[in-house]
């Protein structure tokens, strides 16, 4: 990801919520800023960290990344929801397809990838429906992605 983009969804998720707007506590002391609570949470996200290990490097515990986290997915699905987490209308759909057709993809609205993802609470019962090369169930998860990551 790159820093103007960074820093622009950290800016509006710290307009939106002030849970990211570093405050000082009881004492006076400073608590943790904006910037270590978002970079603990895309680490966590982009990487699939784990938020104990975010502690070694961002120097941020574990109860506040995941809370950091909890947080920021709020502001994210709150901020950005009704742009990007919505079905395409029919002007997207018009617009997709006129730039699949300008790159030679006609009736394409984008381009399609699957991954297998891990079910570790798979039921017994329907763990052999769901094995398949790795030798543990998993669930295919199926995304369309357009020319600018619209998903």
């Known amino acids: 990801m790159g820093r103007a983009l960074f820093l622009h969804i950290y800016?509006?998720?710290q307009r939106h919520d002030n849970y990211f707007v570093q405050r000082r506590d009881g004492l006076g002391k400073l608590g943790l800023s904006g910037l270590q609570k978002v970079t603990?949470?895309?680490?966590m996200l982009a990487?699939?960290?784990p938020a104990d290990a975010t502690d070694e490097y961002i120097k941020i515990g574990e109860s506040t990344a995941l809370e950091s986290l909890k947080q920021f997915c709020r502001a994210v699905i709150e901020v950005f929801g009704t742009r990007y987490l919505r079905s395409p209308n029919v002007d997207d759909v018009a617009?997709?397809?006129h730039v699949g057709e300008s790159q030679g993809f006609s009736g394409m609205l984008g381009?399609?990838?699957?991954?297998?993802?891990k079910?570790?609470?798979c039921p017994t019962a329907w763990g052999g429906q769901y094995t398949g090369r790795s030798g543990?169930?998993?669930i295919i998860l199926e995304a369309v992605a357009d020319y600018d990551l619209w998903i």
């Open 40 to 43: 603990a949470v895309i680490r």
């Open 95 to 97: 617009r997709l397809l």
């Open 11 to 13: 800016d509006v998720v």
């Open 47 to 49: 990487y699939g960290v």
């Open 111 to 117: 381009s399609l990838d699957c991954m297998h993802w």
């Open 136 to 138: 543990s169930p998993t």
């Open 119 to 121: 079910w570790k609470n």
